[in-house]
């Protein structure tokens, strides 16, 4: 339970660096770190900072870094700029997977050190048992490689933590409801029964990144603590969130983790510029009420998200429920980017319904049967 046994209270805080909304991967990419900016306004114009802790945390030194990525990557990455890249030969470039998804821009060592020391000054505080719930919505790239970028990921500031964590914590579950698959962090720990990686996400052998299908369980000790849930295009709140609790609520009685990492990527929205579900912000919200329901110490990052006024009205609610508060469908209009909620300026905008639900309930139970299944083989 919650670290404070004489006391109902749960201790929320939030690390935000707000020089991470700065950045740019450049013109048309659809990663836009500015939707960070919205979705701080949302949460300090709800007034969500009178309950939580807020911080702002430092970068992440290059020491914290090189705890999970090669030296010669960072080093890359400290060191080039969009100026050597026009001079560089192409191997050099395409050895750190350089290109469309992972640009050279202005600044990307220091964003990616912003948004890994949010991460790991929010691991720290739920480390020390300052903070049950740890937020940081900058976080949760989760694709990012020991050996080079991936996906828009520069840094796995969710294996930085995670490996954090463990200097503690026995048993950390990592939970991703990105519409991606979490396979940077898969990777990681593929080896271990000491972290129990979960993903939920979109999977039919091509999309990215590829990876993902019920069959990857893990290897040697680690056998059995990767599960994986591949979905389809279209899914609905009502069978997202029922496969989500039937399949989550064994996993965490079964493996007892002492700590939960959730990303919360918002690109498994419906009407995400790069998605193909059907969720509204509230049944995204549900599977995180869910998780904190267990009363289990938790880091909740960010991840996904290309409809930037819909990732800031998800964060903004989600860190209203991690706070127990309920919020006015109606966005404060003294918000100073109020603009951007048009036309309808409620937080709960209808997302359902845009594209085909190509997941169908014959399928969707064959698919927890099999992670049941999984579940069987698990020695705890
Ligand atoms: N091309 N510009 C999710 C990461 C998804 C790989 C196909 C690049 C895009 C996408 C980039 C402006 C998370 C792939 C895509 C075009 C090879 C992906 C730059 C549009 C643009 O207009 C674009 C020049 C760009 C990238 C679309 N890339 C859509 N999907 C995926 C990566 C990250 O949400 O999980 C966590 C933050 N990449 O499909 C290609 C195969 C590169
Ligand atoms: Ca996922
Ligand atoms: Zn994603």
């Known amino acids: 339970y919650f670290s404070n046994p004489t006391s109902n209270k749960v201790n929320v805080s939030y690390h935000y660096n707000p020089e991470v909304s700065q950045y740019h991967y450049g013109a048309l990419h659809p990663m836009k770190p500015f939707r960070l900016m919205l979705t701080d306004h949302l949460v300090i114009s709800y007034k969500l900072y009178e309950k939580m802790d807020l911080y702002s945390p430092r970068r992440a030194t290059k020491e914290e870094l090189l705890e999970f990525h090669s030296e010669d990557y960072i080093n890359f990455l400290q060191t080039i700029t969009p100026e050597k890249t026009a001079k560089m030969n192409d191997q050099t470039l395409a050895q750190f997977n350089i290109g469309d998804d992972c640009p050279v821009f202005d600044g990307m060592y220091d964003y990616s050190a912003i ?33 080079e970028p991936s996906g828009f990921c520069y840094v796995n500031d969710i294996v930085l933590s995670i490996i954090n964590l463990l200097r ?150 989600e860190t209203s429920v991690l706070n127990d508060i309920t919020l006015d469908h109606k966005i404060p209009n003294y918000l100073p980017t109020y603009d951007w909620f048009g036309p309808d300026y409620s937080l709960h905008p209808q997302l359902e319904g845009r594209i085909d639900n190509k997941n169908s309930k014959k399928y969707l139970e064959s698919v927890k049967q099999e992670v049941w299944e999984q579940l069987r083989y698990l020695n705890h």
């Not at 505080?125 to 976080?139: E, H, P, T």
């Open 115 to 147: 948004y890994a020391g949010a991460s790991l000054d929010a691991s720290r505080k739920l480390i020390s048992g300052m903070s049950d719930i740890a937020i940081n919505w900058s976080g949760g790239l989760h694709h990012a490689k020991k050996f």
């Open 168 to 317: 503690v914590h026995p048993r950390v579950m990592y939970i991703d409801i990105d519409l991606h698959h979490g396979d940077g962090v898969q990777e990681a720990f593929y080896t271990t029964d000491r972290v129990m990686t979960v993903s939920f996400h979109k999977y039919n052998g091509e999309f990215f990144p590829g990876t993902g299908s019920v069959d990857e369980t893990g290897i040697g000790k680690g056998k059995n603590y990767a599960i994986n849930v591949p979905l389809r295009d279209g899914i609905d709140d009502e069978s997202y969130i029922r496969l989500f609790k039937s399949i989550m609520e064994p996993l965490i009685t079964k493996f007892q983790p002492t700590c939960i990492v959730q990303q919360c990527g918002a690109d498994s929205l419906g009407y995400d510029r790069l998605g193909c579900f059907n969720l509204n912000i509230r049944a995204h919200g549900e599977c995180v009420k869910f998780i904190k329901s267990f009363g289990i110490p938790m880091l909740v990052l960010g991840g996904g998200g290309y409809t930037p006024r819909n990732v800031s009205r998800l964060w903004c609610y």
